[in-house]
């Protein structure tokens, strides 16, 4: 777990927030550029995807989706380069986010914010509703990327059967990352390769081989300890 943010819900909602997991080998290579003074938005950059993700409830206004969604296009302005997604539960509803209705955020998000910027609306490649509740299905988790860079989202699905204790369902993207991942705990060492010109020695390095890291290592040290002696 890397990072937690979280606020106060409002009325009977309890503590509102979001959450990073990622796997142990990524950690190194994700960094958080940016945590939302409410508590309700972050952004990480892992290689060359930056990754904007947040939690907006019905209780509150537009105004903490409005601030996500201006940092997104300001920053994608600044670095037109690099992929933006947005992606979390807006609670934004509107016939042509896939939805069966229309909210007042969701008209005003679409008079005011999504047709003036840089993003575009990803649909699903499967699933449709992330909701199920006694109140309907319903759409209100939504992805967004910048126009320029829809290829990197290579498909985007609604996990319907996942049961979480939720009425909201998870969504999993593929993604287009273009990056060298080296190799985990790798070390090099330099050694005269004149010491293998000893079949016995030889032998010994290619037996080494087959072992783990640390016999490795250890049947490297021996092998160039004896060579030292021999001299």
Same mark, same amino acid.
């Given at each position: 777990?890397?990072?937690?943010?979280?606020?106060?819900?409002?009325?009977?909602?309890?503590?509102?927030?979001?959450?990073?997991?990622?796997?142990?080998?990524?950690?190194?290579?994700?960094?958080?550029?940016?945590?939302?003074?409410?508590?309700?938005?972050?952004?990480?950059?892992?290689?060359?995807?930056?990754?904007?993700?947040?939690?907006?409830?019905?209780?509150?206004?537009?105004?903490?989706?409005?601030?996500?969604?201006?940092?997104?296009?300001?920053?994608?302005?600044?670095?037109?380069?690099?992929?933006?997604?947005?992606?979390?539960?807006?609670?934004? #509803?509107?016939?042509? %986010? &896939?939805?069966?209705?229309?909210?007042?955020?969701?008209?005003?998000?679409?008079?005011? =914010? @999504?047709? !003036?910027?840089?993003?575009?609306?990803?649909?699903?490649?499967?699933?449709?509703?992330?909701?199920?509740?006694?109140?309907?299905?319903?759409?209100?988790?939504?992805?967004?990327?910048?126009?320029?860079?829809?290829?990197?989202?290579? #498909?985007?699905?609604? %996990? &319907?059967?996942?049961?979480?204790?939720?009425?909201?369902?998870?969504?999993?993207?593929? =993604? @287009?990352? !273009?990056?060298?991942?080296?190799?985990?705990?790798?070390?090099?060492?330099?050694?005269?390769?004149?010491?293998?010109?000893?079949?016995?020695?030889?032998?010994?390095?290619?037996?080494?081989?087959?072992?783990?890291?640390?016999?490795?290592?250890?049947?490297?040290?021996?092998?160039?300890?004896?060579?030292?002696?021999?001299?």
């Amino acid at each position: 777990m890397d990072l937690i943010i979280e606020s106060e819900g409002k009325g009977r909602r309890g503590t509102e927030g979001v959450l990073v997991l990622c796997r142990p080998a990524l950690r190194k290579h994700i960094n958080i550029i940016k945590v939302d003074t409410g508590n309700q938005w972050f952004a990480l950059r892992l290689f060359d995807t930056v990754v904007v993700s947040g939690y907006f409830p019905p209780s509150n206004d537009l105004g903490a989706f409005k601030n996500c969604w201006e940092y997104s296009c300001e920053f994608s302005e600044a670095n037109p380069d690099l992929p933006v997604i947005i992606v979390g539960d807006t609670n934004i #509803r509107h016939l042509e %986010l &896939n939805d069966t209705v229309c909210n007042a955020r969701g008209n005003i998000f679409f008079d005011s =914010l @999504l047709n !003036e910027s840089v993003f575009c609306y990803r649909k699903p490649d499967s699933g449709r509703f992330t909701t199920f509740s006694c109140r309907g299905e319903g759409a209100p988790d939504q992805v967004y990327i910048t126009e320029d860079h829809k290829h990197v989202i290579q #498909r985007l699905d609604i %996990l &319907n059967v996942l049961e979480l204790g939720s009425d909201h369902r998870m969504l999993r993207l593929k =993604l @287009l990352i !273009e990056a060298e991942i080296p190799p985990e705990d790798v070390e090099f060492c330099r050694f005269n390769v004149k010491l293998l010109s000893d079949q016995s020695k030889r032998t010994a390095y290619r037996e080494s081989l087959m072992l783990n890291r640390t016999d490795i290592l250890l049947s490297l040290n021996r092998i160039l300890i004896s060579s030292r002696s021999d001299m």
